[in-house]
């Protein structure tokens, strides 16, 4: 089968063919990949930005397939230990012992993959299975998010998208559906401005030209800048949530933050989450924002990622 993999002390991608994996016990389940969306974490990954991993490495997380039992599914692919009390709460995405897909373990940049277990298959039902697989981390990391924010918010309090990317793009979506706050984003960039207007944002501008506070702020970058404008935007007894990669630090403590705010990370989703995202996508209308392409392209996915060249996600398709 095809592969696309990371090499030893090589950030370009290769294309190997390799053997179709086979699964060795009953709990592991061969799947034909579908569609495997294109994160900045897998740019992140490329860079070695998360330390010495397994090469080589066959990227992807975002994961849709095809097995005889279930049809198409979802593949959840935070994938924990098994044993820890984080996995014994299906928060296996923070289990300190993760093997996750792509990272750690083989992922979805294929035809096939191995899934080590079966608690991690979700039917997709009438879903798309191309145009839904960003759920899988990118839509599933901005529901995780949106639902801590949700006890801060309700009629009459504004909440605050830092970032209007893929992520960015799901949060206004979640949040316009599940709370009745006023949903506002904050992006230097004019045409996902208009993007998030289009699925929900009541404003969206550069967040130097944005006014707080607001009862909640979802940072979706947690650069520097952006951290500093969520701070700064930010209400007393607040929240601001970082949940991008960009490596941002702001100082915490008294006269650093509003009074009693809160501040805190949030990190992809939980069995639950997932189940529950995949009940709310086929019963409401999530956009999904998606650029196909052929697996074969996908260097050209991550050459355009790194260069912003992007509307919403990448989905890449064997």
């Known amino acids: 089968m095809l592969a696309v993999r990371l090499h030893e002390g090589d950030q370009a991608l290769h294309f190997d063919e390799i053997e179709i994996p086979v699964a060795k016990s009953d709990d592991e389940v061969v799947i034909k990949v579908s569609s495997c969306g294109v994160c900045f974490s897998d740019i992140h990954v490329a860079n070695g930005e998360f330390g010495e991993k397994p090469r080589p490495m066959t990227l992807g997380h975002e994961v849709t397939g095809w097995t005889e039992e279930h049809g198409n ?27 996750e897909a792509g990272l750690f373990d083989q992922g979805g ?89 289009e699925l929900g944002a009541t404003e969206a501008a550069n967040p130097a030209d944005l006014e707080g506070p607001y009862a909640a702020v979802l940072d979706f970058v947690a650069a520097q800048q952006s951290l500093e404008d969520g701070a700064r935007l930010l209400d007393r007894t607040g929240l601001l949530i970082a949940i991008g990669l960009h490596g941002g630090r702001i100082p915490f403590g008294f006269g650093a933050v509003p009074m009693e705010s809160r501040l805190m990370t949030s990190v992809w989703g939980s069995l639950a989450d997932f189940g529950d995202l995949i009940a709310l996508a086929q019963k409401e209308p999530i956009r999904h924002v998606v650029e196909r392409l052929p697996l074969s392209q996908a260097q050209v996915a991550h050459d355009r990622l790194r260069a912003g060249d992007v509307k919403g996600r990448f989905v890449l398709v064997p």
């Not at 599914?73 to 289990?95: D, H, K, L, Q, S």
């Not at 608690?119 to 879903?127: K, S």
């Not at 979640?174 to 709370?179: A, F």
Request: hydrophobic share 40%; net charge neutral; aromatic share 10%.
């Open 73 to 99: 599914v979802f593949v959840y692919t935070p994938w924990g230990c098994g044993n820890c009390r984080f996995c014994a709460a299906g928060t296996e995405m923070i289990c300190p012992d993760s093997h």
């Open 109 to 197: 940049y294929a035809e096939y993959m191995l899934v080590p277990h079966r608690r991690y298959i979700f039917p997709l039902g009438d879903l798309d299975p191309i145009d839904s697989a960003p759920l899988g981390c990118g839509g599933l990391t901005a529901f995780r998010a949106v639902r801590h924010a949700l006890p801060f918010l309700g009629k009459g309090k504004r909440v605050l998208v830092l970032g209007a990317g893929g992520l960015g793009q799901y949060a206004v979506q979640y949040l316009s559906l599940l709370s009745d706050a006023e949903v506002h984003v904050g992006d230097p960039d004019p045409a996902k401005c208009a993007t998030a207007k």
